[in-house]
């Protein structure tokens, strides 16, 4: 990065959000790629516009208190982080963790920002949540903790606002407690959550968007770059919860053989491809671990460290659990194992060294924002049906959406290929995903 407008707003970025790494990440990376478009609109600085740009919103910070079942009352830290409103409502998941902190809001309400810009449909960026840890937690404790959360939270969403959704953490059990409670407060009956159950208003086809997109959109890669397809690929896949099992399932679907998924138990190996409906059963139905699925399939190896995944032999991996989970070492790993393509399902999972790496070595490389867009898209369709108070059918919610993600693919291949090189997908992404938003906020003045 040379443009000094850009290095000034890194430098003070660095300086007011030190603190916040994950953040810190997210904007370097877009920054530095979008520097050829900004050094072509004069007018995105005359107008402050990155500097607003980088800013959110709105930060809103809460107590979550709640009482588990032995009757001790409980405290978390929820967040809803309203990072940009110029293309649509604030729009984007909630995230339970462990982890959960101000860094890794700021950086998932950024990159949804462009992400959502990027599924072509009315949408802000924003995202949420809360270090409350849903695991191992009764199906009573984790009403009465997403209660609480939404006694507080109901107040800065709605449907014209700010419309959450599930991410790590949170799955339809979760969004319908959370949706409860935001009816019985409101008394009012609107589409402000997505990823509802399909019997009040929830989009047939949502629960599987993310996963399937990802691989529309990795077959689609595969065909333009490489004239290939997934039909054939050795496929490992990292996290196995809403986004990685559907992954999973679609790449099978589209021919491929998943040798190797993983958890935060380990990751399971099995060279004829892992039983898909056992995982998931296992892990979306018994809400268990990888190392029950090793106990089942006596075909298969189980190695209880996740991270060495990434030493399997494969053609394509899918990294669908969390952010930063290949490292440069990783990364290093699959080039020398004859990866061709790695598709990220998952927010930011492969640091800024190992993106760097992969793309100098010219592997097919699908950024996150791009890639993972289907889960928000059909949540987007989930608005447009809700209003209408309407219900499409699964061919129809699934054909838009394979078409919607070959979209994109293009759209961010002849971008990468205007300002770069077709390699330089990050760029594609970030410039295509950018220039939207700026130009509506150029338009509205500053705000
Ligand atoms: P889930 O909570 O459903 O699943 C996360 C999975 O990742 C779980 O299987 C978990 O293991 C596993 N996991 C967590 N940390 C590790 C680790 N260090 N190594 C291996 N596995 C790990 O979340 P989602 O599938 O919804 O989200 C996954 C990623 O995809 C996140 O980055 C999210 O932001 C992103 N995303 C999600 C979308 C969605 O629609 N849900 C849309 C777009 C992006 P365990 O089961 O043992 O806990
Ligand atoms: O990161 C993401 O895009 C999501 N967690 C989905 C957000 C949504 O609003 O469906």
């Known amino acids: 990065m040379t443009n000094k407008y850009l290095l000034n707003i890194y430098e003070n970025v660095k300086q007011k959000d030190k603190n916040e790494p994950e953040f810190l990440q997210a904007v370097y ?23 607003r740009f980088v800013e959110p919103e709105r930060v809103i910070t809460f107590r979550v208190p709640w009482v588990d079942d032995n009757g001790k009352v409980q405290v978390n830290r929820g967040f809803r982080v309203q990072f940009n409103s110029a293309i649509g409502p604030y729009k ?80 339809a059990r979760e969004v319908g407690y959370m949706f409860g409670q935001y009816k019985r407060l409101k008394n009012e009956w609107t ?46 896949v990292s996290g196995s919860g809403n986004v990685g099992i559907y992954a999973a399932i679609k790449a099978k679907e589209l021919g491929a053989t998943v040798v190797a998924l993983s958890d935060i138990s380990g990751y399971v190996y099995k060279e004829s491809g892992i039983d898909l409906d056992l995982a998931r059963e296992i892990k979306e139905a018994k809400r268990g671990v990888l190392a029950d699925y090793a106990s089942l ?41 004859g990866v061709i393509a790695v ?68 759209e961010v291949h002849e971008c990468a290929k205007h300002y770069d090189n077709m390699y330089n997908t990050v760029l594609g992404a970030n410039i295509s995903g950018f220039k939207k938003v700026a130009a509506a906020m150029l338009a509205q003045g500053v705000c």
């Open 29 to 51: 990376e877009v920054l530095n790629s979008i520097e050829p478009y900004v050094n072509e609109h004069p007018e995105l600085e005359k107008n402050g516009i990155i500097e």
């Open 92 to 171: 984007g998941g909630i995230r339970l963790h462990p982890s959960v902190n101000l860094s890794i809001m700021k950086f998932l309400g950024f990159e949804q920002t462009l992400k959502n810009s990027l599924t072509g449909l009315p949408m802000g960026g924003g995202k949420g949540g809360c270090d409350f840890d849903p695991r191992g937690k009764s199906d009573l404790e984790v009403m009465r903790f997403c209660q609480s959360f939404m006694t507080e939270l109901f107040r800065h969403i709605g449907a014209d606002t700010d419309v959450p959704a599930g991410d790590i953490g949170t799955g």
């Open 191 to 236: 589409g402000v959550l997505t990823g509802k159950g399909l019997s009040y208003g929830g989009s047939i086809g949502r629960t599987s968007a993310t996963g399937f997109g990802l691989c529309y959109f990795t077959n689609k890669m595969l065909n333009i770059m490489k004239n290939t397809s997934l039909e054939g690929k050795k496929v490992i």
């Open 297 to 337: 399939d006596k075909e298969c190896e189980f190695n209880p460290n996740p991270k060495l995944l990434w030493q399997v032999k494969c053609d394509v991996a899918l990294p669908c659990a969390t952010q930063n989970e290949i490292d440069l070492d990783d990364a290093k790993a699959l080039v020398s194992n």
């Open 343 to 410: 598709a990220e399902g998952a927010n930011m999972p492969c640091t800024l060294d190992a993106t760097n790496y992969l793309l100098e070595n010219k592997i097919c490389f699908a950024p996150a924002k791009a890639a993972n867009a289907g889960g928000v898209m059909v949540s987007g369709f989930e608005m447009s049906q809700n209003s209408m108070r309407l219900s499409w059918t699964f061919e129809e919610v699934d054909q838009k959406l394979k078409q919607q993600m070959e979209n994109i693919f293009m």
